[in-house]
């Protein structure tokens, strides 16, 4: 269910935190998923929407997801001036932004690492024109379940989602600026932790990752020679 408490929505070229912004953005004390109220409250600009707490976010192939004491929720949707078929790299975009800004280490394709614990996450999903990108981030968890983790010690406090949620949009859409081609796939490559490991996927495949494609796939060398991944989950065998 949506907050009881007013929203606050602050319009295009707005400022967050003293930053001017390119999108509006609107915070929410609870939802149920940003991905959700940002599809729904889209009118034709990019929008950010922003909750601490979800009650029914979800993660990859639908997946639950699960909140940390201090959590952030947040979803960018836009329409990208991208081609179609290259669509399928803003995620690789999206994980990228969150690395300049909060320097994780990326595990292909969305997951956010720091420290060698699973920080945070992406969702990219699209429809017709709209693109709508969710990152999600532990920011405060004291009693993490096992290779989770979060970005603070200490409790950063409520304000911290909107902070965070407004500097990593605004990196994505910079890149998403440059365009399909320029946007640093060089950089990703640098910054993905899964080139070089061993790893599985469903529902039978194992092989050494070797590199991150043009496309944004995984490649990855088998006994019956180079696979393409272009989605799905894929562990890490240690």
């Not at 949506?2 to 912004?21: H, I, N, Q």
């Not at 029914?56 to 001036?81: H, I, K, Q, V």
């Not at 409520?158 to 890149?175: F, K, Y």
């Amino acid at each position: 269910m949506r907050s009881s408490v007013p929203m606050r929505r602050l319009p295009f070229d707005s400022e967050v935190g003293g930053m001017a912004t390119r999108y509006a953005l609107i915070t929410l004390d609870e939802a149920t998923s940003t991905q959700d109220e940002a599809r729904t409250r889209y009118r034709g600009g990019p929008l950010l929407v922003v909750t601490g707490h979800q009650t029914a976010g979800r993660g990859r192939s639908g997946r639950r997801w699960e909140n940390a004491p201090r959590a952030m929720a947040a979803s960018c949707a836009f329409a990208p001036d991208w081609p179609r078929a290259a669509w399928p790299r803003l995620s690789l975009v999206a994980g990228l932004a969150a690395r300049d800004v909060f320097d994780f280490d990326l595990k292909w394709p969305n997951d956010l690492i720091a420290d060698g614990r699973k920080t945070g996450g992406l969702l990219a999903e699209s429809g017709d024109e709209l693109v709508v990108v969710g990152l999600g981030l532990n920011l405060w968890w004291p009693q993490a379940p096992a290779d989770f983790g979060a970005l603070y010690a200490d409790d950063p406090g409520p304000e911290a989602s909107a902070d965070h949620a407004g500097r990593w949009a605004d990196a994505m859409l910079s890149r998403v600026d440059r365009g399909p081609e320029g946007w640093g796939i060089e950089e990703y490559r640098k910054g993905c932790r899964t080139i070089g490991k061993q790893v599985s996927w469903k529902p039978d495949g194992t092989g050494r990752a070797v590199a991150v494609d043009d496309e944004g796939r995984l490649l990855v060398a088998t006994e019956r020679g180079l696979v393409a991944l272009a989605s799905g989950e894929v562990r890490e065998i240690r």
